[in-house]
């Protein structure tokens, strides 16, 4: 099994910015792709961005030139700086954690993210 733990979340005014965090224990699987996702009310869970255990970045065009993704393989960790947070950004992030090349994977409970305008 695998626990992901995510922190950081909380409100913001629009424009400012957030560092979420998302620390990964248990019997993790490497290579791996680390990610976060988010899920605002009423609408399906959605890919912010990906990582994989060689730093190779994916992201949501809706976040692009506003978020970095970043992790510490020797920390197991994960973390997604956001900047210029939009009200359209308040949701739910999930940390989440892939076997590389396999759907096999895991979630985090989530961190809130709100984005007062």
């Known amino acids: 099994q695998v626990q992901l733990v995510e922190s950081g979340g909380g409100l913001v005014q629009a424009g400012g910015s957030l560092r979420l965090s998302c620390a990964a224990s248990g019997n993790i699987f490497r290579p791996n792709v680390m990610g976060w996702y988010r899920q605002a009310p009423g609408k399906q869970r959605e890919l912010v961005a990906t990582i994989t255990s060689g730093a190779n970045t994916n992201y949501a065009d809706s976040v692009k030139g506003r978020s970095t993704i970043s992790r510490d393989n020797a920390k197991n960790m994960v973390f997604l700086q956001m900047n210029s947070l939009k009200p359209e950004d308040t949701a739910v992030y999930y940390c989440?954690?892939?076997?590389?090349?396999?759907?096999?994977?895991?979630w985090g409970q989530g961190t809130q993210v709100t984005v007062s305008s």
């Open positions: 989440n954690l892939v076997k590389f090349g396999t759907k096999i994977g895991y």
